[in-house]
């Protein structure tokens, strides 16, 4: 059994969460409530009721359209984030090292989850190594949407502003630690209080995020965006060794010789060597392997 949940109080969104502290708008404005059971994350529909002196109380958390789910290394789900239309994948051309499995990570979470999936190229400043922009290009043959961008430079801000403006609901920014996640926020709300921007020494090597928090923003030019603390790893929710070639970028349409054909290497009558990009199916046997691991321990524990 769950919680009883009530029906009473107010409902109102959650764009922040600090431990069991959450920010919760509505239209009459925002408070500070506590968690007290339930669990939300930011973009989640709540009802919320006044405790005298302490705030408000979360009493519900109402069912969500969207959810971003990670997977842990025992197969345990986490949400992420709640109601969100779209993820944007931030990538550096050459540091932190830019890693293409992270971004088809991302696309397979989308596309099980209903979620839109672009990427900004940011600190293109640096610029972008020849075998970078190939795994750029493979992937914008797929049709995935890439925007490049340098925070430090103010450079390619009015696409991201239009791009977030054009968008049917609020955008999380999503990806490593370093690659300038709450720069960009920060070049695109002046004057804003967005949160600390990391050191390269603060995060180089240490694995220590800058930010801790989730937390929405309303951007003056339109649309809303969402920070996020960077990740090492991703492992998409909901994945399994037979679902993950559904959503994997490019793979969806092969014809091997069986039909529950995983596409490992050496597969009998297996046609991804010929058809796939071998990039492309490197990344995509990396999730498989991961995915399988994970099942594995998770049967285990
Ligand atoms: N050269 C260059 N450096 C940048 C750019 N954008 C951000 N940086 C630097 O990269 C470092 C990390 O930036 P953050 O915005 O803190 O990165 P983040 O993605 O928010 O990192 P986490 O919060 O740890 O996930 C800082 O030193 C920024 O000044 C850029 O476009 N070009
Ligand atoms: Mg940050
Ligand atoms: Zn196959």
């Known amino acids: 059994m769950g919680r009883r949940d009530d029906n009473t109080g107010s409902i109102g969104r959650v764009t922040e969460i600090r431990g069991r502290r959450v920010r919760v708008e509505d239209a009459a404005g925002e408070r500070v409530c506590f968690l007290s059971g339930h669990r939300a994350v930011v973009g989640d529909r709540v009802r919320w009721v006044d405790v005298p002196g302490q705030g408000g109380k979360i009493t519900a958390v109402e069912p969500r359209d969207t959810s971003l789910v990670r997977m842990d290394h025992l197969g345990r789900e986490q949400v992420l984030a709640a109601n969100l239309a779209g993820l944007l994948v931030v990538v550096a051309g050459l540091e932190p ?92 709300l002046p004057g804003v209080d967005v949160g600390a921007v990391g050191e390269l020494s603060d995060y180089w090597g240490t694995g220590q995020h800058t930010t801790t928090g989730s937390r929405l923003f309303q951007l003056p030019t339109g649309g809303e965006i969402a920070d996020s603390p960077g990740i090492r790893t991703f492992t998409p929710g909901g994945i399994t060794v037979d679902n993950v070639r559904q959503y994997f970028p490019g793979m969806g349409a092969l014809r091997c010789r069986y039909r529950d054909c995983q596409h490992r290497d050496g597969e009998d009558g297996c046609v991804a060597a ?21 099942g594995e321990r998770a049967r285990k524990h």
């Open 97 to 188: 090292p830019f890693r293409a499995g992270l971004i088809d990570r991302y696309l397979v979470a989308g596309a099980r989850s209903g979620l839109e999936v672009a990427v900004c190229v940011n600190k293109v400043d640096q610029g972008v190594p020849a075998e970078v922009e190939a795994e750029i290009a493979l992937r914008e043959q797929l049709g995935v949407r890439f925007v490049r961008t340098s925070a430090l430079l103010r450079f390619g801000l009015d696409a991201l502003r239009q791009f977030f403006a054009d968008a049917d609901g609020p955008w999380a920014l999503v990806g490593h630690s370093g690659v300038g996640k709450t720069s960009l926020i920060a070049a695109l």
């Open 274 to 294: 010929e058809e796939v990009d071998p990039a492309l199916l490197v990344s995509y046997r990396r999730l498989l392997e991961d995915v399988r691991a994970v």
